[in-house]
């Protein structure tokens, strides 16, 4: 299980109100206390509770994960922007269900929301609107990169998730695109997926189209490889 580093988390929080150019004044007018208050959060000295956390991360336009994670996420990053037009998309691909021990059609929503300086993104259960995972885009004029994972201090364990989408041929169609995971063991994974802005039906001939080439098998047999083929040279249709 992940431990709670409260000095991280107070250098965390000093150095993002710094790149978000705000004072403690500001952050202190947030959550209705004095400088003081914010200066001790930063020092370590004080943990805000779950409240201020919340009316801190609205006033430096972040994710609460933004706190805790200590991965580098792009705080100010001009490539990190939403490229669909939309604020959520429909991610689908072939599943493994742990209550049922089967694989078996996986259908989310990637929610997002455009802050100040990056875009963030939330796997949401499609049935449920559970939020599993959460994370930021970033992109370039051929691929989008979702990168995201599940980091609190309470989270047994640590999950991270990364979508690769082919955006070079247009976004108002079904878009191919890679899927990274690991499942309970840590036993890393990639599969096919498709994005979509539209609530499709996830259809047999979607997953059909979703599995591994016979060009693609014989390639991972020649050199140990996988490229995965997501180059959407005919995008997909019912």
């Known amino acids: 299980m992940a431990e709670f580093n409260r000095q991280e988390f107070a250098e965390r929080l000093k150095r993002i109100r710094k790149d978000k150019g705000l004072s403690q004044e500001n952050l202190a007018r947030a959550i209705n206390k004095d400088t003081a208050t914010i200066s001790r959060f930063e020092s370590g000295k004080l943990i805000p509770d779950a409240e201020q956390i919340t009316l801190m991360c609205n006033e430096l336009e972040i994710n609460e994960s933004d ?11 001009k490539e990190s922007i939403n490229p669909f037009g939309v604020n959520t998309l429909y991610a689908y691909y072939y599943g493994y269900f742990p209550t049922s021990k089967k694989y078996g059609k996986c259908k989310f929503k ?10 963030a993104v939330e796997m949401v259960d499609y049935k449920t609107n559970r939020i599993y995972l959460s994370g930021y885009i970033e992109t370039d004029n051929f691929m989008a990169f979702i990168k995201l994972n599940n980091y609190k201090p309470t989270s047994p364990r640590l999950e991270c998730t990364q979508i690769d989408i082919n955006i070079a041929n247009g976004i108002d169609r079904v878009i191919r695109g890679a899927w990274f995971c690991t499942n309970g063991r840590y036993e890393p994974s990639c599969r096919k997926c498709f994005i ?10 979607m997953l059909e189209d979703l599995k591994i080439t016979e060009q693609e098998l014989k390639q991972q047999k020649d050199i140990n490889i996988w490229y995965v083929d997501v180059e959407n040279k005919e995008d997909f249709e019912e």
């Open 110 to 119: 990637l929610n997002i929301l455009q802050k100040t300086s990056y875009c």
């Open 67 to 77: 706190l805790f994670n200590s991965s580098s996420r792009p705080i100010s990053n």
């Open 196 to 205: 979509s802005k539209e609530d499709l039906e996830f259809t047999d001939e």
